[in-house]
């Protein structure tokens, strides 16, 4: 009846970016990382390595968050795409589309776009085609 999920986010942090730091550019990561300030750029893991994003409630980020494992509270503007799991805790907000393998979502949590399951490795590798443009 109760089972630990495989899915489920590691809990080990190796770096962390506090609420009083801004960073512009593009950031990319082995590990966990933790976001409790501002980043301007695009966040991904290193290839090869599933990595761990937990973005806290004060936390923001404005560019495309590409990461296995992800939990959000705080504000993303820009596309989502996790290759096992996504939690998206009661005071997310993400303004663009999300693409997610096992999503859990809590009461309050906003999306402002699309959700698109990416079932297996052949579609989460093809490219995405607006749709009337095939």
């Not at 504000?75 to 009661?90: I, K, M, N, T």
Request: aromatic letters at 6%; hydrophobic letters at 35%; proline letters at 4%.
């Amino acid at each position: 009846m109760f089972f630990k999920s495989k899915n489920k986010p590691q809990s080990r942090i190796d770096t962390l970016i506090s609420t009083d730091t801004r960073i512009e550019g593009n950031i990319t990561f082995n590990g966990g990382l933790r976001v409790d300030g501002q980043i301007k750029g695009d966040v991904s893991e290193s290839s090869g390595t599933p990595s761990t994003l937990v973005l806290s409630e004060q936390g923001r980020i404005e560019g495309a968050v590409t990461v296995a494992r992800i939990v959000l509270n705080g504000e993303v503007q820009g596309p989502v795409r996790s290759s096992h799991y996504l939690e998206l805790l009661a005071k997310s907000r993400i303004s663009g589309d999300v693409y997610y393998k096992s999503l859990e979502i809590h009461t309050g949590a906003i999306i402002e776009g699309k959700l698109v399951y990416l079932g297996d490795a052949a579609k989460a590798e093809s490219p995405i085609v607006p749709e009337g443009k095939d």
